[in-house]
């Protein structure tokens, strides 16, 4: 058998090379994957992978007829007799697609199975140093959907080994507004752009994609405790329409939007996500977590063992929800940010106040209060001073000279212009009343 599948292949290669001698290009991809087939019919892989190799590298081989090889081998990948032969499979088609623009989506997709294949076997860095070799973003005949699932896998296995500072560098080669669906200009590129291919039967759909890109950076994100671009994250999942359909998904996320929301330092985007978020009308299925909300909008001190009795239950149940659980770290962060929230309010109604008195109203003891508020000036969240001599907290503004004088200078002004006001009108009831007694 050996010998006639040996003389069958000669034939052909004599075939190939006359007819790609005569540049005849349908007639030398034929020969070629004649050639593959009658390999692969005989299930001699070790001479496939061999001819894959000798037909590529013949003199003035015809970039079309690599690219039949190529594609028509990678349809073999799948019915190999063992992992051995398929990797070997791969790393062949892999040498012959090296540095040809022609096959350079193949080489991507042959690179992403060979990667999977090292994962499998649990050598995630492998995989990983793998798919960090292909810039798909530079491959202009990739369809859109295949190249962000391909960055977003670039991400994923960085993540998987922890090197989160490049699975930060690879997430930004996917803008936010690629996934924004415009119906007009994707059917006008389908009619008039036909190098671009069709995305694989395996690649999700865009609104799939966004869903997978925004979890995956919720991950990087946890990891940094950066609560307000979690609860972005989640702002961005639970409007994608599949979601907000099911209640059995936009619950679960709803509640971990408020809860990172909680989490998140006070800053003018995280109030404005709170406000936004309080005017969603699906917040009514979740009481609890409205009041929440309203109890950080609304300037009053919060007690934090009422709020943790009240909430302790739920915080708790969040590891068996969409997310997972919020963990000990996030605990601490929330009691963190009722003490913020509590001096924020005290600020609002005092000027100057005993320190024992401030340590009274949040509920610490003199030294905590202290250390509070101090890391909260250094943040520049809030301007106050404290007097240990005295023992008096302050809140004003020290003011510097030009603002003081700028101050007096308005006000001046404003006491003018009512002396001003002042003197029209008793000119003006003088008139009246003159007026009046010559009548």
Same mark, same amino acid.
């Given at each position: 058998m050996a010998e006639i599948l040996e003389a069958q292949v000669e034939a052909l290669l004599n075939v190939e090379k006359q007819m790609r001698n005569a540049n005849e290009v349908a007639e030398t991809k034929k020969a070629v994957c %004649? +050639?593959? #087939? $009658?390999?692969?019919?005989?299930?001699? /892989?070790?001479?496939? %992978?061999?001819? +894959?190799? $000798?037909? #590529?590298?013949?003199?003035?081989?015809?970039?079309q007829a690599v690219t039949? *090889?190529? =594609?028509?081998a990678m349809q073999y +990948?799948? =019915?190999?007799?063992?992992?051995?032969?398929?990797?070997?499979? *791969?790393?062949?088609? %892999?040498?012959?697609s090296a540095g040809k623009i022609y096959v350079e989506i193949e080489r991507a997709r042959l690179i992403k199975s060979l990667a999977k294949i090292k994962e499998e076997q649990g050598l995630i860095d492998e995989a990983a140093e793998l798919m960090q070799e292909i810039a798909v973003e530079t491959f202009g005949a990739m369809a859109k959907t295949e190249k962000i699932a391909f960055i977003l896998e670039q991400v994923r296995l960085c993540l998987d080994r922890q090197d989160y500072v490049r699975a930060q560098i690879l997430s930004r080669r996917i803008s936010p507004r690629a996934f924004e669906v415009d119906s007009s200009k994707a059917e006008l590129k389908h009619k008039g752009d036909a190098v671009v291919e069709v995305a694989p039967a395996d690649i999700p759909s865009l609104l799939q994609l966004k869903r997978i890109y925004y979890e995956l950076m919720i991950r990087y994100y946890r990891h940094h405790n950066e609560y307000l671009e979690v609860c972005r994250c989640y702002k961005a999942i639970y409007g994608i329409p599949s979601v907000k359909e099911d209640p059995g998904q936009w619950i679960p996320i709803l509640r971990k939007i408020c809860w990172y929301l909680a989490l998140a330092p006070h800053d003018p985007m995280q109030s404005s996500l709170l406000n936004s978020t309080l005017e969603d009308k699906n917040l009514s299925e979740i009481p609890k977590f409205k009041l929440l909300l309203k109890q950080l909008l609304t300037m009053e001190v919060i007690l934090?063992?009422?709020? /943790? %009795?009240?909430?302790?239950v739920e915080f708790a149940s969040e590891k068996n929800l969409l997310g997972g659980p919020l963990g000990e770290k996030a605990a601490e962060d929330l009691r963190q940010r009722v003490i913020e929230h509590n001096i924020l309010v005290v600020s609002e109604y005092y000027s100057r106040i005993s320190l024992k008195r401030f340590a009274e109203l949040l509920c610490l003891s003199l030294q905590d209060a202290e250390k509070h508020l101090s890391d909260m000036v250094v943040s520049k969240a809030l301007v106050a001073k404290i007097d240990r001599a005295t023992g008096v907290v302050c809140f004003q503004v020290v003011k510097d000279s030009n603002a003081v004088l700028n101050s007096w200078s308005m006000n001046l002004e404003k006491l003018l212009?009512?002396?001003?006001k002042s003197?029209?009108?008793?000119?003006?009831?003088?008139?009246?009343?003159k007026a009046a007694l010559k009548v």
């Open positions: %004649n +050639i593959l #087939s $009658l390999c692969f019919e005989a299930r001699a /892989w070790k001479m496939l %992978n061999d001819q +894959i190799v $000798l037909l #590529s590298k013949r003199r003035g081989q015809l970039k039949a *090889i190529v =594609q028509q +990948i799948d =019915q190999t007799p063992d992992l051995e032969t398929r990797i070997e499979l *791969i790393k062949t088609l %892999n040498t012959v934090w063992t009422t709020l /943790w %009795n009240e909430f302790e212009g009512l002396v001003e003197c029209h009108q008793i000119h003006k009831e003088t008139i009246v009343h």
